[in-house]
């Protein structure tokens, strides 16, 4: 159901705070599953230690331990990692059906949100088909998670436009998807080949970029929400 402005003001529908703290909880946990797979990881016997600028983020879900595009990767905990990423990709997609109200009624929402499905849809598809199983499978959704999330928070920050409930979270919004887009080109053309400043970012370091400002806006926009009184429409 839609918040008519002038009735409500500027508040959310109380289902836009249940999307937050899916969004939250969906973030968080794919965070700290992470870093309990990269300890997991070091801890191993005989391991080398995981890396964040040269290890990619789905070395965390590779299923036994071997070499895998020239990187040996060994993740005792990978089921973790890959559950985390599909419960990550839920909870997104759970989360888009109850927050559109959080936006104006315009066609760009419907894209932005949509573009948010596919990313949620990637991020599952990342999780079922770990790299060393399905390289290709694997590669096309986390194509589809990366592009989908960044493009989304660009479409998005257009959504928010003359909307007081965002107001100082249009431009960062749009900056957080441009940034994240730049990141999967630089990574694409491996930038971190070039030599100087972009060989220090490596591999890994760059594909978080991709990734890292989009969670990082899940987390902060979601907050943000939480803070908006809600409204509930009385029943007919």
Do not use: K
């Amino acid at each position: 159901m839609e918040s008519p402005s002038g009735r409500y003001g500027p508040l959310v529908h109380r289902s836009v705070h249940r999307a937050a703290v899916l969004w939250i909880v969906g973030a968080v946990q794919f965070v700290l599953a992470q870093v309990a797979v990269q300890l997991a990881w070091d801890a191993h016997l005989g391991n080398p230690n995981y890396s964040l600028a040269h290890n990619y983020i789905s070395d965390l879900g590779a299923v036994g331990c071997g070499q895998v595009m020239g990187r040996f990767v060994c993740s005792p905990w990978h089921d973790v990692f890959n559950g985390s990423i599909i419960v990550l990709g839920i909870l997104l997609i759970l989360g888009v059906l109850w927050i559109p109200t959080a936006f104006p009624t315009r066609p760009i929402r419907r894209i932005a949100l949509g573009l948010l499905v596919v990313a949620g849809i990637g991020a599952i598809g990342v999780g079922l088909a770990p790299e060393n199983v399905a390289l290709t499978a694997h590669l096309v959704a986390a194509l589809l998670a990366f592009v989908g999330a960044n493009l989304a928070l660009v479409v998005l920050g257009f959504a928010m436009f003359r909307d007081t409930r965002w107001d100082g979270y249009r431009v960062y919004t749009v900056l957080s998807g441009l940034v994240g887009l730049v990141a999967v080109g630089l990574l694409a053309a491996r930038a971190y080949d070039w030599g100087g400043l972009w060989s220090a970012f490596g591999a890994g370091g760059m594909e978080r970029l991709t990734l890292a400002p989009a969670l990082l806006w899940t987390i902060l926009v979601s907050f943000h929400l939480l803070q908006i009184r809600s409204y509930a429409p009385a029943r007919v």
